[in-house]
């Protein structure tokens, strides 16, 4: 897959949030009643879907969170994070993040398209997905205090193959562990919100 048909295949996409529906975990308000009615100290954050070629294929990254006293510890994430005051916009917040989590430039991504917004009630996140694109394979340093360790995932086998399934997980609070939805990918299970995300990225990448 050529960047002129990656290009081709996001310049006029229509976000859709019908995606988010075949994995989602737990029952969420939706953004459009959030935006009309936003909960107490909501936070806005971004994150990325960031393409790049490798040998000859086409990736993109995920990050494994580190273990801590939190409710997404050692969870399966998109690189991303909090919109900071000084951000001009919610991409800057995606690109910033990026540069910082895995050590990309974020001078150097190229945006494709945006993706639906979703909200995480745990956190009181109202996220922006974005997805971008590097010309070149770029050197991955993960930041060890947000980061630890990355995942890379190629891109095609990820949209042709993948296929949704279930597994149970211990989400840290009462019931403990739930039944939930999500993706196999490598020795990792994501689910939750990052399934969301790529559930949209993976049906739009197929159409």
Do not use: C
């Amino acid at each position: 897959m050529t960047r002129e048909k990656l290009q081709q295949i996001w310049q006029n996409y229509q976000s859709s949030a019908d995606a988010h529906q075949e994995v989602m975990s737990y029952e969420r308000a939706k953004v459009e009643e959030i935006h009309a009615n936003p909960p107490k100290a909501l936070r806005q954050g971004a994150v990325l879907i960031l393409l790049y070629p490798k040998e000859e294929s086409w990736y993109f990254t995920l990050i494994e969170r580190p273990e801590y006293d939190g409710v997404h510890s050692k969870q399966i994430a998109l690189p991303g994070g909090k919109m900071d005051l000084e951000d001009r916009d919610l991409v800057f917040t995606a690109f910033r993040e990026a540069e910082e989590e895995i050590g990309v430039r974020r001078e150097d991504i190229y945006l494709l398209s945006a993706l639906s917004e979703v909200y995480i009630p745990p956190s009181n996140f109202l996220v922006s997905p974005y997805v971008g694109l590097l010309d070149y394979t770029p050197k991955l340093v993960p930041e060890v205090r947000e980061v630890a360790s990355i995942i890379e995932v190629p891109l095609l086998p990820f949209v042709q193959e993948q296929e949704i399934s279930k597994s149970i997980v211990d989400i840290g609070v009462h019931p403990y562990k739930i039944d939930v939805h999500g993706f196999h990918i490598s020795t990792h299970f994501v689910w939750g919100a990052t399934a969301m995300i790529l559930n949209e990225f993976r049906k739009a990448m197929r159409e």
